[in-house]
């Protein structure tokens, strides 16, 4: 089997992914990071130690097949575009652009490079969601009408030690997220289970400011938005982006013309899969509460992978796409589709709901609406300012004694 050699672009969160590396026949060739220690620390723990560069450009013509990119959130596009001007394989982790012109571009490039590109969605890969994606392609639950995604990741704001990496400086990406933009891990599942994809969206955000925290940098204080997604087999989805109310979890449930199937929250990884009387398959119950289970052949691997076994399978399709010379499901058609959800929602909620239309960077009207458009709320790590608000609530900031609390954390 050809081993893939690969390079790591942000050694942080892409340092997590090499043992999914190896195991893919994989091996990582080289590292590119600002932070020296960070690559450092991260081949300490390799057997064959890779080249380690801080200018990307250098790490480019470093020789390998493909790139990972786990940089900042919300800053991949220009460098999966310079992956691909270059024929070069790229995986981008975990959103694929930060503004619809960047999408626009991305788009562009792919259509003209030899290389694949792919989405770094893992929670798809959880095994309940394989699970229902099995399921649902069995034809059991019929045609899919409506389905729910929630990623909902509420954490204690004053747990420092948590909290301090996290959101390193005033101006961190984090401090400005909205909470639609963080939104594939609730709407990619779902695309993933029924094939489905969004062509309008509305979105209503859920304020309510962080004031039992003593420490908040963060001038966001919505605690979720709320987004309606308008199919284009006439389906719906509801998906929460990245919420934070509640008790943390993943869940998600599809239902179709004959059945419907979820995750259960608070229950690991079991499944409840539901017919009525009339309409059951032979051989199911009305309700069918199970646990599934992995492949004999994916079991180890799996389970030893972070996020339910899906770091180890999105690097699988990486590679096999590759090996195999096909694209991948979450191309880069996917990966704008759910960006643009994410940032069209946001543009929604401030708006009280107003829908917005999802385009499809295939078609070059399309492209033409968007080219130009660089709004964003996050600042960029180059000192660029946003120039749209990140929160319902425009003039909403934490207390004064609030972020003094943050910055002294920060000390």
């Known amino acids: 089997m050809k081993i893939i050699k690969i390079g790591i672009f942000g050694a942080g969160r892409g340092g997590t992914f090499i043992d999914n590396i190896v195991n893919n026949h994989g091996e990582v060739v080289a590292l590119c990071d600002k932070r020296v220690e960070a690559m450092e ?25 493909a790139v990972f990119l786990a940089n ?27 503004t619809m012109a960047e999408g626009v571009a991305l788009v562009r490039a792919a259509k003209k490079s030899k290389g694949i590109y792919m989405l770094s969605e893992n929670y798809p890969y959880m095994i309940f969601n394989q699970e229902m994606r099995r399921v649902y392609e069995s034809g059991a639950l019929g045609k899919v009408l409506f389905a729910e995604g929630e990623y909902n990741h509420p954490f204690n704001l004053d ?35 029924t094939g489905s994809f969004p062509v309008r969206v509305s979105a209503m955000p859920v304020f309510e400011p962080f004031n039992e925290y ?5 001038v966001v ?19 929460t982006g990245c919420a934070a109310f509640g008790a943390h979890e993943n869940s998600y449930r599809v239902c179709g013309t ?24 032979e051989g199911y119950e009305n309700d069918n509460l199970y646990e599934p289970q992995w492949s004999l052949e994916d079991k180890e691997l799996a389970e030893k992978a972070g996020h339910g076994g899906g770091d180890f399978f999105v690097i699988k399709e990486f590679f096999d796409c590759i090996r195999e010379n096909r694209r991948p499901q979450f191309d880069e058609h996917f990966a704008t589709i759910c960006s643009s959800v994410a940032i069209l929602s946001h543009r929604s909620a401030l708006e009280k709901g107003i829908p917005y239309d999802i385009p499809d960077f295939r078609n070059e009207e399309d492209c033409v609406k968007y080219e130009n458009d660089f709004s964003t709320p996050i600042p960029g790590s180059d000192g660029k300012k946003p120039d749209m608000p990140c929160c319902s609530h425009p003039d909403y900031k934490p207390s004064s004694e609030q972020f003094e609390a943050y910055l002294e954390m920060l000390k």
Request: one cysteine or more; proline letters at 5%.
């Open 41 to 65: 620390e991260v081949a300490a723990e390799m057997e064959n130690k890779p080249a380690m560069y801080t200018d990307f450009e250098e790490f480019l013509n470093h020789d390998m097949d």
């Open 72 to 98: 900042y959130f919300h800053e991949h596009a220009g460098y999966a575009i310079r992956c691909l001007e270059k024929d070069l394989n790229v995986i981008s982790e975990c959103v694929s652009n930060g």
């Open 159 to 193: 747990d420092l030690e948590y909290h301090r990496p996290l959101r390193p400086h005033p101006d961190h990406w984090r401090n400005f997220l909205p909470r639609s933009y963080y939104i594939t891990h609730s709407l990619a599942p779902l695309m993933y289970i």
């Open 214 to 218: 003593k420490h908040v940098g963060s």
């Open 221 to 239: 204080g919505d605690r979720a938005t709320i987004i309606t997604c308008l199919n284009d087999d006439n389906s719906v989805f509801r998906v």
């Open 258 to 281: 004959k059945g419907q199937i979820e995750n259960l929250r608070g229950m690991g990884d079991k499944v409840m899969l539901r017919f009525n009387d009339w309409e059951k398959p």
